[in-house]
Protein backbone atom coordinates (compact mmCIF):
# COMPACT_ATOMS: atom_id res chain seq x y z
CA UNK A 1 0.00 0.00 0.00
CA UNK A 2 1.12 3.43 -1.13
CA UNK A 3 1.05 6.76 1.13
CA UNK A 4 2.37 9.92 -0.27
CA UNK A 5 3.90 12.12 1.51
CA UNK A 6 3.13 14.64 -1.52
CA UNK A 7 2.14 13.93 -5.17
CA UNK A 8 3.77 11.13 -6.87
CA UNK A 9 5.32 12.91 -9.60
CA UNK A 10 8.53 11.90 -10.22
CA UNK A 11 11.47 13.77 -8.89
CA UNK A 12 9.34 16.59 -8.29
CA UNK A 13 8.03 14.64 -4.93
CA UNK A 14 8.42 12.24 -2.50
CA UNK A 15 6.76 9.28 -2.06
CA UNK A 16 6.28 6.81 0.75
CA UNK A 17 5.57 3.01 1.38
CA UNK A 18 3.95 1.19 3.95
CA UNK A 19 4.37 -2.40 4.42
CA UNK A 20 1.49 -3.68 6.33
CA UNK A 21 -0.67 -0.26 5.59
CA UNK A 22 -2.20 -0.66 9.00
CA UNK A 23 -2.33 1.64 11.99
CA UNK A 24 0.53 0.51 14.77
CA UNK A 25 -0.32 -1.95 17.11
CA UNK A 26 1.37 -3.83 19.95
CA UNK A 27 3.68 -6.55 18.29
CA UNK A 28 2.01 -9.51 19.22
CA UNK A 29 2.35 -9.40 22.62
CA UNK A 30 6.34 -8.78 21.97
CA UNK A 31 7.69 -6.15 24.88
CA UNK A 32 9.41 -3.34 22.53
CA UNK A 33 13.28 -3.26 23.21
CA UNK A 34 14.00 -0.31 21.31
CA UNK A 35 16.97 -0.67 19.74
CA UNK A 36 18.04 -4.02 21.90
CA UNK A 37 19.22 -6.34 19.26
CA UNK A 38 17.58 -9.83 20.19
CA UNK A 39 18.90 -13.57 19.09
CA UNK A 40 15.84 -14.01 17.30
CA UNK A 41 15.38 -11.95 13.68
CA UNK A 42 11.50 -12.30 13.80
CA UNK A 43 11.44 -10.38 16.82
CA UNK A 44 13.42 -7.84 15.30
CA UNK A 45 11.18 -7.63 12.40
CA UNK A 46 7.95 -7.39 14.06
CA UNK A 47 9.53 -4.56 16.36
CA UNK A 48 11.41 -2.48 13.39
CA UNK A 49 7.77 -2.98 11.94
CA UNK A 50 5.89 -1.90 15.42
CA UNK A 51 7.76 1.69 15.62
CA UNK A 52 7.64 2.11 11.09
CA UNK A 53 4.17 1.48 11.43
CA UNK A 54 3.50 4.44 14.49
CA UNK A 55 5.91 6.49 12.39
CA UNK A 56 3.50 6.34 9.35
CA UNK A 57 0.70 7.10 12.05
CA UNK A 58 2.35 10.12 13.14
CA UNK A 59 4.02 11.37 9.89
CA UNK A 60 -0.10 11.01 8.50
CA UNK A 61 -0.45 13.20 11.31
CA UNK A 62 2.20 15.74 10.18
CA UNK A 63 3.84 15.15 13.52
CA UNK A 64 7.03 14.69 11.61
CA UNK A 65 9.72 14.77 14.19
CA UNK A 66 8.13 12.17 16.05
CA UNK A 67 7.85 10.05 13.04
CA UNK A 68 11.68 10.03 12.46
CA UNK A 69 12.05 9.19 15.67
CA UNK A 70 10.06 6.03 15.40
CA UNK A 71 11.46 5.55 11.55
CA UNK A 72 15.19 5.61 13.33
CA UNK A 73 13.87 3.04 15.22
CA UNK A 74 12.41 0.52 13.25
CA UNK A 75 16.33 1.06 11.39
CA UNK A 76 18.15 0.39 14.46
CA UNK A 77 15.62 -2.86 14.95
CA UNK A 78 16.01 -3.70 11.31
CA UNK A 79 18.82 -2.38 9.55
CA UNK A 80 18.16 -4.16 6.26
CA UNK A 81 14.76 -2.45 5.30
CA UNK A 82 14.94 -0.03 2.48
CA UNK A 83 12.12 0.95 3.40
CA UNK A 84 12.47 2.24 6.35
CA UNK A 85 15.36 4.72 4.98
CA UNK A 86 12.69 5.92 2.26
CA UNK A 87 10.41 7.05 4.94
CA UNK A 88 13.13 8.45 6.97
CA UNK A 89 14.62 10.17 4.09
CA UNK A 90 11.28 11.50 3.14
CA UNK A 91 10.48 12.69 6.38
CA UNK A 92 13.51 15.00 6.57
CA UNK A 93 13.17 16.55 3.33
CA UNK A 94 9.00 17.36 4.44
CA UNK A 95 11.15 19.42 6.50
CA UNK A 96 13.58 20.56 4.76
CA UNK A 97 16.55 19.45 6.33
CA UNK A 98 17.70 18.35 2.94
CA UNK A 99 21.38 17.40 3.86
CA UNK A 100 19.80 14.56 6.76
CA UNK A 101 17.48 13.39 3.74
CA UNK A 102 20.06 13.02 1.28
CA UNK A 103 23.02 11.15 4.23
CA UNK A 104 19.85 8.75 5.04
CA UNK A 105 18.77 7.98 1.12
CA UNK A 106 22.44 7.05 0.53
CA UNK A 107 22.60 4.54 2.82
CA UNK A 108 19.46 2.99 1.50
CA UNK A 109 21.10 3.12 -1.81
CA UNK A 110 23.22 0.87 -0.97
CA UNK A 111 21.15 -1.52 1.15
CA UNK A 112 18.61 -1.45 -2.34
CA UNK A 113 20.80 -0.28 -5.16
CA UNK A 114 18.29 -1.62 -7.36
CA UNK A 115 15.42 0.39 -5.83
CA UNK A 116 14.20 3.37 -8.38
CA UNK A 117 12.22 4.81 -6.03
CA UNK A 118 14.95 5.35 -3.44
CA UNK A 119 17.19 6.53 -6.48
CA UNK A 120 14.03 8.90 -7.44
CA UNK A 121 13.47 9.96 -3.67
CA UNK A 122 17.44 10.97 -3.69
CA UNK A 123 17.11 12.99 -7.06
CA UNK A 124 14.27 15.31 -5.20
CA UNK A 125 16.70 15.80 -2.15
CA UNK A 126 19.66 16.52 -4.79
CA UNK A 127 17.93 18.66 -7.20
CA UNK A 128 16.58 20.68 -3.27
CA UNK A 129 19.88 21.20 -2.47
CA UNK A 130 21.02 21.99 -6.14
CA UNK A 131 23.70 19.73 -7.07
CA UNK A 132 22.59 19.15 -10.54
CA UNK A 133 25.28 16.98 -11.38
CA UNK A 134 23.95 14.63 -8.54
CA UNK A 135 20.74 14.33 -9.31
CA UNK A 136 21.13 14.14 -12.72
CA UNK A 137 23.18 10.66 -11.65
CA UNK A 138 20.62 9.79 -9.69
CA UNK A 139 17.96 10.35 -12.28
CA UNK A 140 19.97 8.34 -14.70
CA UNK A 141 20.06 5.26 -12.20
CA UNK A 142 16.69 6.08 -11.72
CA UNK A 143 15.81 5.13 -15.27
CA UNK A 144 17.86 2.19 -15.47
CA UNK A 145 15.78 0.47 -12.96
CA UNK A 146 12.92 0.03 -15.24
CA UNK A 147 10.55 2.74 -13.10
CA UNK A 148 6.92 2.47 -13.74
CA UNK A 149 6.06 2.85 -18.06
CA UNK A 150 3.44 6.05 -16.18
CA UNK A 151 6.77 7.35 -14.59
CA UNK A 152 9.37 7.55 -17.47
CA UNK A 153 7.77 10.47 -19.14
CA UNK A 154 7.87 12.86 -15.93
CA UNK A 155 11.36 11.32 -15.01
CA UNK A 156 12.39 12.55 -18.13
CA UNK A 157 10.91 16.07 -17.72
CA UNK A 158 13.19 16.27 -14.60
CA UNK A 159 16.07 16.45 -16.64
CA UNK A 160 14.74 19.42 -18.94
CA UNK A 161 14.10 21.11 -15.96
CA UNK A 162 17.50 20.74 -14.36
CA UNK A 163 18.78 23.12 -17.32
CA UNK A 164 17.69 25.92 -15.17
CA UNK A 165 19.08 24.70 -12.00
CA UNK A 166 21.81 26.99 -10.71
CA UNK A 167 24.17 24.62 -8.62
CA UNK A 168 25.33 24.88 -5.22
CA UNK A 169 28.21 26.43 -4.30
CA UNK A 170 29.50 23.88 -1.89
Not at 4 to 28: D, F, N, R
Not at 32 to 53: I, L
Not at 117 to 137: D, G, P
Request: glycine content about 6%; proline content about 4%.
Amino acid sequence: MFKYALTTMAVVSLVSVSSTGVQAKSPLGIKSTCGVKTKDATKNKMEADFHFNRGEDYRERKQYTEAISEYEKAIKACPSCPTYYKNLGGTYALLGKYQEAEAILKKGTKIAPNDWLMWNNLAYVLKQEKKKQECEAALKQTLSLNPPTDKIDEIKAEFKNLDGLKTSSK
